[in-house]
């Protein structure tokens, strides 16, 4: 399944220009590579482990100050969801389903809970009168924004446990993630532009 | 630790609403641009589409969490001793098993538990620690080593179908947030790349 044969195009090193800067913070931080993969397994997976090490602590942050700010870890995703759908239009409950990766019934559930706290209302879509969206109110996002904020001066003095290469490194397992390694359609487009 | 006195930007309408600063549709290469200034200063700015940074992230990890699980369940592994097993390789040296816990997050009893697991399976080994011997720690042996590998072929071979549903907004606001998690989100480069990424899906 590996294709350890295919070597990933490099990032052209000739131009100079902001455009070479952007293409230069892209290899640093995306360019996993294959045969990277391959022959250097073991630095690899410490990226990986850095990674999710990193992901685990920040969930366990965000968890326990939504519990701080009375809410349950899911609904707290829940509204995160839904206010950061936008608020001209909101989320349906199965698009908040979807985005959550539970059921349905669940989801909507979740959605009465947070509407009974005052966090969200439901609307009539407007273009589809039997359709409703949900929409965070004005206290919704004011919860958010204090979660937010205890985040943020929590997360802090994680970041300092890894070195500088290793943050850029474990970057590059969430490049993956988000399908910015070296094959992509975003990559390829990105040195494109670089070479034009 | 309480609040530290910032007010979030959220605009309102008549009816206690909070409105969506920004609702142009092509708005990706502006939004790009605002969490290309780090998570903090894009929350003070706007706060709306931080958030929406934060809610790609939050999608695409529970989207690629369930993924690695299915595959290390595919690969024999329960999901846990996976993720112990990609901690006590990727760690530099024999990781002792109270480091296995910490890095997991998870209780020393457990953390022995699934150590003791893997042993049995034959995909770590145990060792005294040189330096104190009431200390034991573990490495990954070849086999282990190859469990990994197989995991990790099956993983990249289905993240790819997940990704070509996600949208340049998805991608670019999800590694906004994780570069926050990470503490690289004020970093120069992260801007250069989301603007270089802004003008292509500004032209495409």
């Not at chain 1, 979740?110 to 039997?130: F, I, K, N, P």
């Not at chain 1, 802090?156 to 446990?161: G, K, P, S, V, Y």
């Not at chain 2, 641009?33 to 929406?52: I, P, R, T």
């Not at chain 2, 282990?144 to 949208?167: C, K, M, T, Y």
Request: proline residues 4%.
């Amino acid at each position: 399944m590996i294709a350890a044969s295919r070597s990933p195009p490099r990032p052209p090193e000739r131009k100079l220009g902001p455009m070479n800067d952007a293409m230069r913070a892209y290899s640093k931080w995306a360019d996993i590579g294959d045969a990277k993969r391959s022959r250097e397994f073991q630095a690899y997976v410490k990226n990986i482990a850095d990674a999710r090490y990193v992901t685990r602590r920040v969930f366990r942050i965000v968890d326990e100050q939504a519990k701080t700010h009375g809410l349950e870890p899911l609904l707290h995703q829940a509204l995160l969801q839904v206010y950061g759908a936008g608020q001209a239009h909101g989320i349906t409950v199965s698009t908040l389903a979807a985005r959550l990766d539970v059921a349905a019934a669940f989801a909507s559930r979740m959605v009465r809970r947070l509407e009974e706290m005052g966090l969200v209302t439901r609307e009539a879509s407007e273009s589809d009168r039997r359709a409703t969206n949900v929409v965070a109110t004005a206290s919704g996002a004011q919860k958010l924004a204090e979660i937010d904020d205890e985040v943020h001066h929590n997360v802090a003095f994680l970041q300092h446990q890894l070195r500088e290469d290793e943050r850029l490194s474990a970057l590059s397992i969430f490049a993956f993630y988000v399908g910015l390694d070296p094959e992509s359609a975003i990559a390829e487009a990105i040195r494109a532009a670089a070479e034009s | 630790m309480m609040s530290s006195g910032r007010t979030p930007v959220i605009k309102e309408d008549t009816e206690g609403h909070a409105l969506e600063p920004n609702t142009v549709k092509d708005g990706t290469a502006e939004l790009l641009a605002l969490w290309g200034k780090g998570a903090h200063a894009a929350s003070d700015l706007d706060f709306a589409n931080h958030v929406k940074a934060i809610a790609h992230a939050r999608f695409v990890l529970r989207k690629i969490l369930r993924l690695l699980d299915e595959q290390a369940i595919a690969g024999g592994l329960q999901p846990l001793q996976h993720q112990a097993l990609l901690q006590i390789f990727g760690a530099e040296g024999p990781l002792p098993v109270n480091k296995v816990a910490d890095r997991l997050d998870i209780a020393p009893a457990l953390a022995s538990r699934l150590v003791r697991q893997l042993e049995e399976k034959g995909l770590v080994h145990r060792a005294r620690i040189p330096d104190d011997r009431r200390v034991s720690a573990v490495h990954a042996s070849e086999a282990g080593i190859e469990v990994l590998r197989g995991i990790d072929n099956a993983v990249h071979h289905h993240v790819n179908h997940f990704q070509r549903g996600l949208s340049d907004e998805g991608k670019f606001g999800a590694l906004a947030t994780f570069s926050f998690y990470l503490g690289l989100d004020a970093d120069p480069r992260l801007a250069l790349l989301l603007s270089a990424a802004g003008r292509q899906a500004h032209h495409h």
